[in-house]
């Protein structure tokens, strides 16, 4: 079932069919080097991922994570969506698209479609973002949504991250 849709993109929650692509996606280098290893080994793995981060989170917030992909043909090409942490005291968004999709302005196109759809949708007063301190790319879109770096924090993971506002 679709959440969004925008002029390119179409978001939808994970299913555990969806597994080969969380396999690819998590094990890409970028992932691996500003978001973390999370341990996908096997598809298995992501499966179980699924089962038990992103599927829940549906289930708990009315909220998560959204499968993103090219409208004309389904093609997974990332993931965009909000996520409630516990180290933070607001909802934020989070996204990452697969090598041969970025450049093209869809991490941007799914980004704002789910800024306003928490907004507008989901009544959620302030949306907010972390990012690793040395990911410029993220750093640029997120400044492009109108967010702006308040702070340098420290994840419960030990990693130093950036936090934007609006």
């Known amino acids: 079932m679709t959440i969004l849709d ?39 793995d992501a499966r179980a991922f699924i089962e038990k981060r992103l599927i829940p989170a549906y289930e708990k917030f009315g909220f998560g994570f959204y499968l993103t992909a090219i409208k004309e043909t389904g093609e997974p090409v990332g993931m965009c969506g909000l996520i409630k942490r516990d180290f933070l005291d ?35 007063p302030r949306i907010v973002a972390i990012t690793d301190v040395e990911n410029g790319r993220s750093t640029h879109l997120l400044n492009k949504l109108g967010l702006h770096l308040q702070e340098t924090i420290t994840h419960p993971d030990n990693t130093l991250v950036n936090l934007f506002v609006p």
Do not use: C
């Open 6 to 44: 925008t002029k390119r993109l179409a978001l939808r929650h994970f299913s555990v069919d969806d597994a080969p692509f969380i396999y690819d996606l998590f094990n890409d280098p970028d992932w691996i080097r500003f978001i973390g290893d999370r341990n996908i080994h096997t598809v298995d």
């Open 90 to 124: 607001d909802v934020d968004i989070g996204y990452a698209f697969l090598p041969h999709a970025r450049g093209q302005g869809f991490a941007f196109e799914a980004a704002e479609a789910v800024m306003r759809y928490g907004t507008d949708e989901l009544d959620i």
